[in-house]
C-alpha cells in the first residue's frame, strides 16, 4: 500500500541534473529551479518558511537573517556542495538546524583540475592557445627561444591543506616528478607522508618562502580568511606560482594581483575568486594568470554523485536516522 504521510517539502536553489531532479520528485515534493537563476535573499527566506528542507548551493548564502527567519518546519540544510562556507553554520546549529555536504564525490575531479592549473601556468597553455587563435593561424612558426615556460619535474609543491582533495593532488603530483611539501593543522598519517615522500611544515611562513609551486586546498573557514595574507604573499619567491581551486577568500586578491603585476610572484591559476561572480579585473588581464569560473568539480558525473549524496542525506534524516554526511555531528 502506498504510503499516505505527507512527502518533506524540499526547495532545491539551482538547476540540478535532470537525473537527480527526478529521483528528488519521485521521493519528495520537490520545488525545482528549472530556469536556473539564483535565488534572492528575499525568496531564500521565503523558502525557509515553507520548506522542510532546503538544497542551497555555493551561490546561495543561507546567513543569519535568512536562518533567523525560517520556520520551524525547516530541519535540514542539504549543501549541494562540499564547501560549507555559503550556510552560517553558528546560527544553524544554535536553531537545530542540521547541515550536510557532499564531501569524496568531487575530491578526484578537484584534484585534476588543480593539476591541470599546475601544469598550465608554468607551461603558459592559455597564452600560447590564445596566441595561435589570435593569430587565426597566421603563426610565424617555431623559435627556440619563444613561449618559454618553467619545468615543473623536480619543482617543489607546497601543499595547503592536506585532506582528501590535497592528498589526491599530491599523489598526480608525484607522478609529474614533483616534490611534495605541506602545511596542515594535522600532520597526516605516517604512510600517507611515506607514500607522498612529503614533507610536513608546522610554520606555513617557513614552507611558503621555499616553495616553487604553492596550491590552496583548505576550506574557507573564519580561520582560514586570508590566510595567505599581504603579509605572506609576500614572503613568496618571485618565481613561485601559486594554484587556488579551494574558496576564492583564503588568499587576499587585492595583494596577489599586485604582486603578479609587480612580479614579485611569477603567475597564478586560479579557479576561485573572493568576490565571486566578481573577478578583478588586473587578474583576467594577466597573461601570468590562467583564470577559470569555478569549475573545479564540473563534471557530468560528479554533478550526479552530489545529488546522490543530497538525497541519501535528505532521506536518511526523513526515515529517522543520522545523515551519513553532517557537517557538525555531535547535534543529532
Ligand atoms: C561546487 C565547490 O561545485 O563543493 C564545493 O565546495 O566548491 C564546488 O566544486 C559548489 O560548491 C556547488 O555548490
Keep these: 500500500m502506498p504510503s499516505t504521510a505527507r512527502k518533506p517539502k524540499v526547495v532545491v536553489t539551482r538547476k540540478l541534473p535532470d537525473i537527480v531532479e527526478t529521483r528528488m520528485r519521485e521521493l519528495f515534493e520537490t520545488q525545482l529551479n528549472i530556469a ?10 521565503e523558502a525557509a518558511k515553507t520548506a522542510n528542507v532546503l538544497v542551497p548551493t555555493v551561490t546561495d548564502k543561507i546567513d543569519r537573517s535568512v536562518l533567523a527567519q525560517a520556520g520551524p518546519q525547516l530541519k535540514l540544510i542539504a549543501n549541494f556542495g562540499t564547501g560549507v562556507d555559503n550556510v552560517d553554520l553558528d546560527t544553524a546549529r544554535n536553531r537545530s538546524i542540521i547541515v550536510t555536504n557532499t564531501p569524496g564525490v568531487l575530491t578526484e575531479d578537484t ?3 588543480t593539476m591541470a592549473l599546475i601544469l598550465a601556468v608554468p607551461r603558459r597553455l592559455a597564452e600560447g592557445t590564445a596566441y595561435l587563435k589570435e593569430q587565426n593561424a597566421a603563426w610565424g612558426g617555431w623559435s627556440p627561444t619563444w613561449m618559454l615556460g618553467n619545468r615543473i ?10 585532506g582528501r582533495i ?21 600532520r597526516v598519517a605516517e604512510e600517507i607522508e611515506q607514500e607522498l615522500e612529503a614533507t610536513y611544515w608546522e610554520s606555513l611562513d617557513q614552507m611558503l618562502a621555499r ?9 574557507h573557514t573564519p580561520a582560514t580568511y586570508h590566510l595567505l595574507s599581504a603579509r605572506r604573499l609576500n614572503l613568496l619567491k618571485p618565481t613561485t606560482f601559486i594554484v587556488n581551486t579551494a574558496r576564492g577568500e583564503v588568499i587576499d586578491e587585492n595583494e596577489l594581483s599586485r604582486l603578479i603585476e609587480a612580479e614579485k610572484i611569477a603567475g597564478a591559476g586560479l579557479d576561485v575568486f573572493e568576490h565571486e561572480p566578481a573577478v578583478n579585473p588586473k587578474l583576467l588581464s594577466s597573461s ?7 569549475m573545479g ?28 554526511d553532517r557537517v557538525f555531528p555531535a547535534m543529532f
Design 288 to 294: 601570468r594568470v590562467v583564470a577559470l569560473p569555478h
Design 111 to 113: 584534484a585534476d583540475m
Design 211 to 219: 616553495m616553487d609551486i604553492i596550491s590552496v586546498n583548505c576550506p
Design 166 to 186: 590535497g592528498t589526491a593532488v599530491a599523489r598526480r603530483a608525484r607522478a609529474f616528478g614533483l616534490q611534495i611539501h605541506y602545511h596542515n593543522r594535522r
Design 297 to 324: 568539480s564540473s563534471t557530468i558525473e560528479g554533478r550526479v554523485d552530489m545529488g546522490e549524496k543530497v538525497i541519501i542525506n535528505i532521506k536518511t534524516f526523513m526515515d529517522g536516522h543520522a545523515p551519513p
Design 36 to 45: 536556473d537563476t539564483p535565488m534572492s535573499q528575499a525568496a531564500l527566506i
Design 153 to 162: 619535474y623536480g619543482k617543489r609543491l607546497g601543499i595547503i591543506g592536506m
